[in-house]
């Protein structure tokens, strides 16, 4: 359903008095969202056209927007716009399970893509957790993907694994192996533990460019260290989670 000019006048002729300018534009478009005038993703009418149809300045309605998006009510998507967002749409990526196990068995198509396949190098001296000499020695293997839902990046994941000469470990890709279910089936090794620091960042250039975002967006960045059935084996991620279409909890729905 597209707005009519004449509803537009109407409803700002209407609150103009009550309401800044932007704050018509979002309570307008909300109200459209809320009653089903628009549904999920349909995609709201252009920058440009809303400025038309409410005869406001950009700046007005960018404002509009970017209170909608911080509600959940609507995402951006590079080159479309502004899309209705599902506002019961959640990932249960705060659980300690892999990013794969958490989301097997929902009904989203998910995609894991390598970005940097895994190989052998050394502790990055700058490492985000403490590592013991005798480990540090070792070196690790390193593992660069990114996780999407339904053909939307979602994740930027960077793994460290101890390298503690697995059988066999080298020759496994993980493109379409769930790292933990490998490690689990192959090697009985069973992650059974996460410690977990969260905090949110702003998103760099290189990072807005891989999860489909405006740089400077924020996003949720993730460290963590998995503790196993093994006391000697060890794994770190660092994950990078683009929360403007999903947000991120304990359980998916």
Same mark, same amino acid.
């Given at each position: 359903m597209y707005i009519q000019v004449e509803d537009c006048k109407l409803f700002l002729k209407y609150l103009a008095m009550k309401a800044p300018r932007y704050?018509?534009?979002y309570e307008f478009l909300k109200k459209n969202i809320i009653t089903g005038n628009y549904v999920e993703g349909h995609l709201l009418p252009?920058?440009?056209?809303?400025?038309?149809?409410?005869?406001v300045t950009r700046p007005t309605?960018?404002?509009?927007l970017n209170a909608l998006v911080q509600e959940k009510y609507i995402y951006k998507h590079r080159g479309k716009g502004s899309i209705v967002a599902n506002q019961q749409r959640t990932l249960g990526l705060l659980s300690f399970k892999g990013f794969t196990e958490v989301l097997s068995n929902s009904e989203q198509t998910i995609e894991t893509r390598i970005l940097e396949s895994k190989h052998l190098q050394d502790w990055p001296e700058d490492f985000f957790y403490p590592i013991p000499k005798? %480990?540090?020695n070792s070196g690790c293997y390193f593992l660069k993907r990114l996780r999407c839902v339904n053909q939307e990046p979602v994740m930027l994941e960077y793994t460290w694994i101890l390298d503690i000469n697995l059988d066999g470990f080298d020759a496994i890709s993980f493109e379409n192996n769930s790292l933990f279910g490998t490690l689990a089936s192959?090697?009985?090794v069973e992650v059974t533990s996460v410690d977990q620091q969260i905090k949110a960042i702003q998103a760099d250039k290189q990072q807005a460019h891989m999860l489909q975002m405006e740089e400077k967006?924020?996003?949720l960045h993730i460290y963590r260290k998995y503790g196993t059935s093994r006391n000697d084996f060890f794994l770190f991620s660092?994950? %990078?989670c683009n929360t403007s279409n999903y947000a991120i909890g304990n359980v998916f729905s």
């Open positions: 704050k018509v534009v252009s920058e440009n056209e809303l400025c038309a149809k409410f005869e309605v960018r404002q509009a005798n %480990l540090r192959k090697f009985h967006s924020a996003l660092s994950l %990078l």
